[in-house]
């Protein structure tokens, strides 16, 4: 069962590598048509976050916001297949880092930086984008997926572009393997945390929010410099990704300061332009009084 699912997979991505953007509009538009209307897809989790992120919105700008993440979801869809077949020429012509001399300094030293982002934007190219363009080689966390086939494929797909892919299982042992190598890591850290006894607590959009102590104690236990990932979508299917310094010496912050600038620039870019972060994932299924 699991090859078959491949071969559609793979069959669903060649006929998306072979159509212009044009025509992948109107793709992206049947795919919003299924997800927002006829799937329902999260549609009660959409409505609840913005609700919650937004109390001052009315009922019919809270509904005009989530079309509008609907239709930016049916076009992240189609993009990371997209992605499959562009060419190294066409995606960095398409995802731009605007200010990737910053990192120039870590590379000369040696020094390891840890990148922090989120899931705004097209965070799927921006793991191909940034090998492309990076002086060091980009480590990508990632959750392996089920189906071993479409796995395989897709770590063989990113690699091409100098990606490395890490299991989130092997986090801290692919840190120590990349000790002696100058790397790049990147961490996706606005996801809801399995173990609340570890998390940060951070006023986040108006919300008592837990977050992942993964990237600040990785910073801390190795004392590695971070930035933020910044993405901008300058529009459809092209973004710009810039990286702003959160800190050099993780041990001049108090604990739990890191997490926090973190969360101030995710969420200073989402009150711009909401519509682009991931609204349909549980952000805020815990409360703090279940960390008691």
Same mark, same amino acid.
């Given at each position: 069962m699991q090859r078959l699912t491949y071969y559609f997979f793979i069959s669903f991505v060649y006929l998306i590598g072979v159509l212009p953007f044009s025509v992948l509009y109107l793709f992206s538009f049947k795919v919003y048509i299924l997800l !927002? !209307?006829?799937? /329902?897809? *999260?549609?009660?989790?959409? !409505? %609840?976050?913005? %609700?919650k992120a937004f109390p001052e919105k009315s009922n019919k700008e809270i509904k005009t916001l989530a079309k509008k993440f609907y239709k930016h979801l049916a076009d992240i869809f189609i993009e990371s297949l997209k992605g499959f077949s562009m060419s190294h020429e066409e995606i960095v012509r398409r995802y731009k880092i605007v200010n990737v001399e910053l990192l120039d300094e870590y590379v000369k030293t040696g020094k390891p930086?840890?990148?922090?982002?989120?899931? !705004?934007? @097209?965070?799927? #190219?921006?793991?191909?984008?940034?090998?492309?363009? %990076?002086?060091?080689p980009l480590v990508i966390f990632y959750k392996p997926l089920s189906n071993k086939y479409i796995n395989d494929y897709m770590i063989k797909s990113r690699s091409r572009c100098g990606t490395i892919m890490a299991s989130i299982a092997r986090t801290y042992q692919t840190f120590k393997n990349q000790v002696a190598t100058p790397s790049f890591f990147l961490l996706i850290a606005d996801q809801c945390p399995s173990r609340l006894d570890k998390a940060y607590w951070i006023d986040f959009l108006g919300i008592n929010t837990?977050?992942?102590h993964g990237p600040e104690q990785y910073c801390r236990k190795l004392n590695y410099p971070a930035f933020f990932v910044d993405i901008k979508r300058v529009k459809r299917s092209f973004y710009e990704l810039e990286l702003f310094p959160i800190i050099d010496h993780p041990d001049d912050l108090p604990e739990g300061e890191i997490t926090a600038r973190y969360a101030k620039l995710l969420e200073? *870019?989402? /009150?711009?332009?909401?519509?682009? #972060?991931? #609204? %349909?994932? /549980? /952000? #805020?299924?815990?409360? *703090?009084?279940? @960390?008691?």
């Open positions: !927002y !209307y006829v799937f /329902r897809y *999260r549609k009660k989790v959409v !409505y %609840s976050n913005l %609700s930086v840890i990148l922090i982002g989120g899931h !705004y934007g @097209n965070w799927e #190219w921006g793991s191909m984008a940034g090998g492309l363009q %990076s002086k060091c837990a977050f992942l200073a *870019r989402i /009150r711009k332009e909401p519509e682009y #972060w991931l #609204w %349909s994932h /549980r /952000r #805020w299924k815990h409360e *703090r009084n279940q @960390n008691k």
